[in-house]
């Protein structure tokens, strides 16, 4: 016997009214229903979820798969990447070496024709004398002697008052050099130093060689170490002078005629 009928028989012997034996057979379906909704949702939602994670434990396979061929892949690249960048590096290794005695030697011609060129108009430096230069500012001025003196290079100790409180008496290096070029020597050019003026003249050697509280100080300096006064330029510039002058005795510009001809030709053209 169904439910229904057990209740409608219930109801009869109980005597109630007809509509509310009604209302509680509906309830009664109602409740019916919703437990079995209920327990079809639970069976759902379990095979589902059964189902779900079977795709989840194979889409995991599928990525450790992935990973493991990716990190081989990965491994096999960096082996032949490996071997093809030590390839490329004997390649420019062994091209840097074939091109170097190259370079060098075009180098060498241009750097000639550069001092042939020079020697078109380089004359004789001037000498920086007594008296002639004052400062702008009227500070007191004692020259000391030459730290070289050739025809190409004329370099004069002066002190200069600098007007501190302290050490007020400045060492300076003051002188001209007939290669001005900087990439054939290094200037020796310090801003901030005192200007010196002769005729509007610039000084190409220009250098504070320290501070000083007394000029005898900065004269028994001197007497003590004579040879260590801008020591490495005079050195550089002995040896470019000596360069120079190898250069014209063996040269003349009109040997490189063709290579300076090819390089107003490249200059036109741009």
Not at 72 to 90: A, F, G, Q, T
């Amino acid at each position: 016997m169904s439910n229904e009928a057990i209740v409608r028989d219930h109801v009869e012997s109980m005597g109630v009214p007809e509509s509310t034996g009604r209302h509680i057979l509906d309830a009664i379906a109602v409740v019916e229903g919703y437990l079995k909704n209920q327990a079809e949702v639970a069976q759902i939602n379990t095979e589902a979820d059964a189902a779900e994670a079977g795709v989840k434990a194979h889409m995991k396979v599928l990525d450790d798969e992935i990973y493991r061929r990716q990190r081989e892949i990965d491994d096999e690249k960096s082996r032949r990447y490996m071997v093809l960048n030590n390839c490329l590096v004997s390649l420019k290794n062994n091209r840097e070496h074939n091109l170097k005695p190259l370079f060098e030697q075009v180098s060498k011609v241009k750097r000639i024709i550069t001092l042939l060129r020079i020697a078109e108009t380089i004359q004789p430096v001037r000498d920086i004398e007594d008296g002639k230069i004052t400062t702008y500012h009227e500070e007191y001025i004692e020259w000391l002697g030459h730290v070289y003196k050739d025809d190409f290079l004329k370099i004069r100790l002066l002190i200069i008052e600098n007007r501190k409180p302290k050490n007020k008496y400045s060492l300076m290096a003051y002188g001209r050099c007939a290669f001005e070029d900087p990439k054939l020597l290094k200037r020796v050019y310090a801003y901030g130093t005192p200007n010196l003026n002769e005729h509007s003249e610039i000084f190409s050697v220009r250098h504070e060689l320290g501070c000083f509280p007394s000029i005898d100080e900065i004269k028994k300096l001197i007497s003590k170490y004579p040879d260590k006064v801008l020591k490495t330029y005079i050195a550089d510039f002995v040896k470019l002078k000596q360069e120079y002058l190898e250069v014209m005795g063996t040269y003349k510009l009109s040997d490189f005629e063709h290579i300076t001809a090819q390089e107003k030709a490249k200059e036109g053209s741009k």
